[in-house]
């Protein structure tokens, strides 16, 4: 092997492609996965089709280059060009590419190049959109030399929308070790009016249809009408709401439902920490899920989990959490009762999650899974 190949394999310079940093589970994964790679000696550029985003601070810089492309809507031949420049001066030995929009921009410019070994990761199962795109996805599809995924599911269903002939490399998501921290869980829990014997649920994501928060509202109504004492069941959801009609009719649902303080939709938050401290368990109501890191957080934080059995959270909750069927918000209203009211069990799952994810699911575990493949692809 030559001696320039050894090298670029032991410490390869990787660029990794995707739209933006905004925040969700696919950007905390390449943020987790630059930053993870610099400090084992990689020279990392992150390059955003679009802007940076709101994860870009996170980076680890200068370490990791963060170039932002400043894309336009549709095929944006500026974009292009600035991309094919970027490419040719920081000369990758190895690509990743993170979404389907990037990787037309990513292929064409690597023909120009130095034409560096392409690696698709797939982190989802392909929501609404993608049908009309399978052809010109299948045809850029060509200039990938391999294919990882999230999850088996993940595999399966990018493998039969690329028509993916060779092996597929599972890579699970990783997350860092959440502490939590009891002066951050009582600033929380003031915060959204919760007294100390209450149980409060806590769900991540952006309201989307896929994500099913409207199975959660409903969830919390079956759980009946608060108690005037004792425990209640709480609902805090976290995530950036839009001006869509989905995320306005869950709104109006709640409202309706005169659910306003137990279920409270936050917005966006950035102190997933004090989160995770208030919280004494996670819900996940998702239709259609990856590999969630909302999930593998949660477990890593030590908390219970309720997930719908979607996507690779059955395999990555196992014997930490309680599953139910997506769609179905009285299994999700029993799952929550079951743990309001049985602690011991809480704390069992909550213990269990811990030691699973932080065995499973570290972030050293999945850069060093990533940098074995980016290893084989330059040898190859």
């Keep these: 092997m030559p001696e320039e190949v050894e090298q670029s394999s032991r410490s390869p310079r990787v660029a990794i492609v995707l739209t933006e940093l905004r925040p969700g589970g696919m950007e905390r994964v390449v943020v987790h996965l630059a930053n993870g790679l610099s400090r084992l000696g990689s020279a990392v550029l992150v390059a955003c089709l679009a802007g940076e985003g709101d994860l870009a601070a996170e980076l680890e810089r200068p370490g990791v280059r963060l170039e932002a492309l400043r894309s336009a809507t549709g095929w944006d031949l500026g974009a292009l060009w600035r991309l094919l420049r970027l490419l040719r001066r920081f000369r990758p030995s190895v690509l990743n590419v993170h979404d389907y929009a990037s990787l037309p921009y990513l292929a064409v410019s690597n023909l120009f190049s130095g034409r560096a070994p392409i690696l698709f990761t797939a982190h989802g199962l392909l929501y609404e959109g993608f049908e009309r795109l399978r052809v010109r996805n299948r045809f850029f ?66 309201p989307r249809p896929e994500k099913g928060f409207e199975d959660l509202v409903e969830a919390v109504r079956l759980l009946g009408p608060e108690p005037a004492e004792g425990r209640r069941c709480m609902v805090a959801v976290a995530g950036r709401l839009s001006d869509s009609q989905y995320c306005k009719s869950l709104l109006r649902r709640v409202e309706d439902e005169s659910l306003t303080e137990r279920c409270l939709f936050l917005g966006f938050r950035s102190d997933t920490r004090a989160l995770y401290s208030a919280a004494d368990a996670l819900v996940l109501p998702s239709r259609s899920e990856g590999l969630p890191m909302v999930v593998l957080e949660a477990m890593m934080a030590g908390l219970p989990v309720i997930a719908t059995r979607v996507g690779g959270v059955p395999d990555a909750v196992a014997d930490c959490g309680l599953l139910v069927s997506p769609a179905r918000p009285d299994e999700i209203a029993a799952a929550m009762k ?18 699973r994810a932080l065995k499973e699911f570290s972030v050293d575990r999945m850069v060093d899974d990533y940098l074995a493949c980016y290893q084989r692809l330059i040898r190859s």
């Design 338 to 355: 079951r743990l309001c009211e049985d602690g011991a069990l809480a704390a069992r799952l909550g213990a269990n999650a811990r030691v």
């Design 141 to 206: 599809g060509r200039f990938i030399r391999d294919l990882s995924a999230v999850s088996e599911e993940v595999a399966e269903r990018h493998k039969n929308y690329l028509a993916w002939r060779d092996p597929i490399d599972i890579i699970p998501n990783g997350v860092p070790a959440i502490e939590r921290d009891e002066m951050l869980r009582r600033g929380v829990r003031v915060e959204l009016g919760c007294r100390d014997d209450d149980f409060l649920f806590l769900a991540v994501g952006n």
